[in-house]
Nanobody, 123 residues
């Protein structure tokens, strides 16, 4: 059974930084494309960024470009989302996700989802 777990969320002041982590069980993270998404209250889920298993980055949405950076550490079996200069509009639950096959790159439907980690940006 595949499980993805996000961590690293919390309360941060505007202009602050957080690093979110995504780890998994039931799959070898190194072999899978992993995407980061977020959903703010009352809004639709938004795809933020995705990294393929060859470390190529498939996309970064314009709203976070230059502030959020996706990366992976194969030794740790984790994918990270470094978030800098956080603003109140970044307040959301952040999710990581993976496709069901290691051969599927970013852009395919994501089949496995974590439960999310809440990021709140407020003074």
């Amino acid at each position: 059974q595949v499980q993805l777990v996000e961590s690293g969320g919390g309360l941060v002041q505007p202009g602050g930084s957080l690093r979110l982590s995504c780890t998994g069980s039931g799959l070898v993270m190194d072999y899978y494309a992993i995407g980061w998404y977020r959903q703010a209250p009352g809004k639709e889920r938004e795809a933020l960024s995705c990294i393929n298993n060859d470390n190529s980055i498939e996309y970064v949405v314009d709203s976070v470009k230059g502030r959020f950076t996706i990366s992976r550490d194969n030794d740790q079996g984790a994918v990270y989302l470094q978030m800098n200069n956080l603003q109140p509009d970044d307040t959301a639950t952040y999710y990581c996700a993976a496709p069901r096959s290691m051969t599927r790159k970013c852009g395919y439907v994501m089949d496995y989802w974590g439960k999310g980690t809440l990021v709140t940006v407020s003074s």
